[in-house]
């Protein structure tokens, strides 16, 4: 099971850290991943990260204002979003894979019939 928290309005330039408690083990062969959707948009990928390797994958249009972290201790992974933009707008997910070893490619996978197992979302808005 997976929760997210944290969404919330915010102005454009702000910040927000959106966090997802995992109910199982996330340490190991596993790979954790956001996802975003907007209103009549299909769901897309924000930020991806396989631990184990060490390898992340980033959708271009949040490099150098999104990063991802993972508590293994806490069994959470964390979405810092800075310079937030109005079309950064969406419900954000999380979603993970286990195992992750199989999925072919040195990045993890960016696509969400990839992820077996998914939040129930957290809404951000930027206005």
């Known amino acids: 099971q997976l929760v997210e928290s944290g969404g919330g309005s915010v102005q454009a330039g702000g910040s927000l850290r959106l966090s997802c408690a995992a109910s199982?083990?996330?340490?190991?062969?596993?790979?954790m991943a956001w996802f975003r959707q907007a209103p009549g948009k299909e769901r897309e990928a924000v930020l991806a990260?396989?631990?184990?390797?060490?390898?992340?994958y980033w959708h271009d249009s949040v490099k150098g204002r999104f990063t991802i972290s993972q508590d293994n201790r806490e069994n959470k992974v964390y979405l810092q979003m800075n310079s937030l933009q109005p079309e950064d707008t969406a419900m954000y997910y999380c979603?993970?894979?286990?195992?992750?070893?199989?999925?072919?490619?040195?990045?993890?996978?960016?696509?969400?019939?990839?992820?077996?197992?998914w939040g129930q979302g957290t809404q951000v808005t930027v206005s």
């Open positions: 979603a993970s894979r286990r195992p992750c070893s199989d999925y072919p490619g040195p990045k993890p996978p960016s696509q969400q019939n990839d992820y077996y197992y």
């Open positions: 199982g083990d996330i340490s190991g062969d596993n790979c």
């Open positions: 990260f396989y631990s184990a390797r060490g390898a992340r």
